[in-house]
């Protein structure tokens, strides 16, 4: 009897641990995920196929280049019309935006792009540091990731805004080597990376979403092979087989070929019928196409996420729903204005001080990147419409002076030719108007502007909440 409980007991707890380490097995599964950080990147060869082959790769990599380049910078500070125009002559004639557009685009589909400039020096004198005082730019070249290589040796100098950048760049020409000091280069390189790996290439945007982007093309190429086999004819031929090992192939091919004709330019469908014993049979199987559509669709919106771009950007789609797409697209001009700051900026700094550094010497130049956002006529009309009931609401209720108004709108962007002067000259030609009215008219009508009535506040406030658009 006691070892008939003793059994059962050890049978109790063996299942109980069975079941314990079948439930702890199954929760590991997530926990033994693991990310490998000896993982490799995605090779030069295979970034430069997608490029070629996936429109989505393509159009990741050229919308965000053109787009950071989409309006030229604005110049601020002590320079002139005049200046303006001899700058922006001698940037076209060295087409200084080709080289950011092809930097900028090599830099995000390889991860490293390289900018050097080409100088009246000596041929012997590209090895050393760069002389703006005596040396004038002749043009600009770009080269991309496996046609130059970075010197092992890095500077030293902690000091340096260079610290550990390598001294030089090779560049590999033909059968011929050029060595070139990094003054006379501007090198992008993607990623984040530590001092001791400062001389290794960077990395891909495509590097994290590679993943992503073949998961859909992949999506999208089997079901558009689903879509060619949704209607496929299946003809059971008696001796079918005894006609292959009998070597008659060929004849076997020609009569699925004469089917396929006839059916395709007649609807008409020819077929032995066989005997009795073994007649031919047809039948057609209809693939089903319930929630491909939806796949898609999740598909494209996992992409947008893993790009960094609203779908409305990426594919061309309108937002669903309630969503307006409004909010995607101001987060993608933020994201562009980010961009210009950390990749484009550091370009045009190089590249100025051979042109606008020369001809600005004793000038404080600073320039800024506009907003790429546009809205349309009709959202413009609108929203000047409401700015602008808003603010007369307020002005005439009391509540705000009418330059203050004026101010308010000129800020918001909705009055963008009006300056402070003509603000100035307004409000002087307001104070003047009321200076020439009766000593008594004007008394009253100014206490009327300055003590509104109170019965009237709560409803000249609902005017004005009501008429502002925030």
């Not at 991309?144 to 260079?162: C, F, L, M, N, T």
């Not at 066989?274 to 089903?288: F, H, I, L, V």
């Not at 950007?313 to 969503?323: K, P, V």
Request: net charge negative; aromatic share 8%.
């Amino acid at each position: 009897m006691g070892h008939h409980v003793m059994t059962k007991k050890t049978m109790i707890g063996r299942l109980t641990d069975g079941l314990q380490s079948m439930l702890t097995s199954l929760g590991e599964r997530v926990a033994s995920i693991r990310y490998a950080s000896n993982k490799t990147d995605v090779q030069e060869k295979e970034l430069l196929a997608m490029y070629k082959s996936s429109w989505i790769v393509q159009k990741y990599i050229n919308k965000t280049a053109y787009d950071m380049l989409k309006l030229p910078r604005e110049l601020s500070g002590d320079i002139g019309e005049e200046l303006k125009t001899r700058i922006v002559d001698i940037e076209r004639e060295l087409d200084v935006y080709g080289i950011y557009r092809d930097a900028l685009t090599w830099a995000s589909l390889l991860g490293d792009s390289l900018i050097v400039a080409v100088t009246d020096c000596l041929d012997e004198m590209i090895g050393e540091p760069l002389n703006l005082q005596s040396e004038n730019i002749v043009k600009f070249l770009v080269v991309r990731k496996g046609e130059y290589s970075p010197a092992s040796q890095v500077i030293s100098d902690i000091a340096s805004p260079h610290f550990g950048h390598p001294q030089t760049y090779q560049l590999n020409i033909g059968t011929q080597q050029l060595k070139f000091h990094h003054t006379r280069c501007h090198r992008t390189k993607l990623g984040q990376h530590s001092i001791k790996d400062m001389p290794k290439f960077g990395t891909s945007d495509i590097q994290a979403p590679y993943e992503a982007i073949k998961i859909f093309d992949t999506t999208v190429v089997s079901t558009g092979d689903t879509i060619q086999e949704a209607n496929v004819d299946v003809i059971f031929l008696p001796g079918l087989n005894n006609q292959i090992d009998a070597g008659q192939e060929t004849q076997v091919v020609e009569y699925a070929r004469v089917m396929k004709t006839t059916k395709s330019s007649t609807g008409l469908m020819l077929m032995d019928a066989g005997d009795g014993t073994m007649p031919s049979r047809y039948e057609q199987k209809n693939a089903q196409f319930a929630g491909l559509s939806e796949v898609i669709t999740k598909m494209m919106n996992v992409l947008a996420g893993a790009l960094d771009r609203p779908i409305t950007i990426l594919f061309g789609q309108s937002a669903s729903g309630f969503a307006s797409g409004e909010e995607d697209n101001k987060a993608y001009y933020e994201t562009i204005n980010g961009l210009q700051e950390a990749r484009l900026r550091p370009m045009q700094d190089f590249v100025d001080q051979f042109i606008l550094d020369k001809l600005t010497v004793q000038a404080e130049i600073s320039y800024t990147y506009p907003s790429i956002y546009s809205v349309n006529e009709a959202q413009e009309a609108n929203r000047f419409t409401q700015y602008a009931t808003g603010f007369t609401t307020m002005v005439q209720a009391g509540f705000l002076p009418e330059d203050t108004a004026l101010r308010e709108m000129v800020a918001r962007g909705v009055l963008t030719t009006v300056t402070e002067e003509d603000i100035s000259s307004i409000s002087g030609a307001r104070n003047e108007q009321w200076s020439n009215q009766p000593e008594g008219y004007a008394g009253a009508q100014a206490g009327a502007a300055q003590v509104p009535q109170p019965a009237n506040a709560s409803a000249y406030a609902q005017q004005a909440n009501g008429g502002v658009v925030s």
